[in-house]
């Protein structure tokens, strides 16, 4: 008996989030991409603090959904795993892609563009693929994709600002892995990138979020 695994394309339907409201008068506009376990809407809650005038944030879904264990009672999120990982990155580029082209947005905004844990995969990943534009890139909490090379962010502006936001004790990234990550920054966005450690845990530092606008 023999097994085969084939492929097919065929056309799908996810959702997104958004807070606030986009208008002439908006200043920045933030693509944030939330950890595992997540679900867009509840990640914008890290967002709240943000003067809602100024800021219009856009939050993908990702879209493998799960129950969270021990209870299996909450629904949470993941963006990729080591299985299939370059069809799903695929999958995941066309997606924010109709997510942006959705929002048709203005040259004139700053767009800043936020990887949460997991989500700096997608984030950084999506940049490289697309040479998005940003006024400023913030890694925070989380791993950046070995594949990628500095000359994948040549195309940035130089004005650019790259933040890499960690928690001192973060219990998925001990003080070697920080290390490890903080020298692939390092080589990729030389001296744009500005470390920020603070303390705390593997949670979304929202005073580091509030105060960079």
């Given at each position: 008996?023999?097994?085969?695994?084939k492929?097919?394309?065929?056309?799908?339907?996810n959702?997104?989030?958004?807070?606030?409201?986009?208008?002439?008068?908006t200043?920045?506009?933030?693509?944030?991409?939330?950890?595992?376990g997540?679900?867009?809407?509840?990640?914008?809650?890290?967002?709240?603090?943000?003067?809602s005038?100024?800021?219009?944030?856009?939050?993908?879904?990702?879209?493998?959904?799960?129950?969270?264990?021990?209870?299996?009672?909450?629904?949470?999120a993941?963006?990729?795993?080591?299985e299939?990982?370059?069809?799903e990155?695929?999958?995941?580029?066309?997606?924010?892609?109709?997510?942006?082209?959705?929002?048709?947005?203005?040259?004139?905004?700053?767009?800043?563009?936020?990887?949460?844990s997991?989500?700096?995969?997608?984030?950084?990943?999506?940049?490289?693929?697309?040479?998005?534009?940003?006024?400023?890139?913030?890694?925070?909490?989380?791993?950046?994709?070995?594949?990628?090379?500095?000359?994948?962010?040549?195309?940035?502006?130089?004005?650019?600002?790259?933040h890499?936001?960690?928690?001192?004790?973060?219990?998925?990234l001990?003080?070697e892995?920080?290390?490890?990550?903080?020298?692939?920054?390092?080589?990729?966005?030389k001296?744009?990138?500005?470390?920020?450690?603070?303390?705390g845990?593997?949670?979304?530092?929202?005073?580091?979020?509030n105060?960079?606008?």
């Open positions: 008996m023999n097994s085969e695994e492929e097919i394309s065929y056309t799908t339907t959702t997104y989030s958004t807070l606030n409201t986009l208008t002439k008068n200043k920045n506009v933030w693509l944030v991409c939330h950890g595992m997540y679900l867009s809407r509840y990640f914008l809650r890290s967002f709240k603090g943000l003067n005038e100024d800021n219009y944030i856009i939050a993908p879904q990702a879209q493998s959904k799960y129950y969270i264990p021990p209870k299996l009672k909450y629904v949470g993941s963006w990729l795993t080591k299939n990982t370059i069809k990155t695929e999958n995941v580029m066309r997606y924010f892609d109709a997510v942006l082209s959705s929002e048709k947005l203005a040259m004139d905004k700053n767009l800043i563009v936020l990887g949460y997991q989500g700096v995969s997608v984030a950084m990943r999506y940049l490289a693929k697309r040479q998005l534009q940003c006024s400023q890139l913030v890694i925070h909490s989380g791993g950046i994709p070995k594949e990628l090379t500095p000359k994948d962010f040549e195309y940035l502006n130089l004005n650019t600002k790259v890499l936001v960690y928690g001192t004790k973060d219990e998925y001990n003080n892995r920080i290390a490890q990550e903080i020298i692939k920054a390092k080589a990729l966005f001296n744009r990138l500005h470390v920020h450690p603070f303390e845990k593997h949670i979304v530092n929202i005073d580091f979020i105060s960079i606008v």
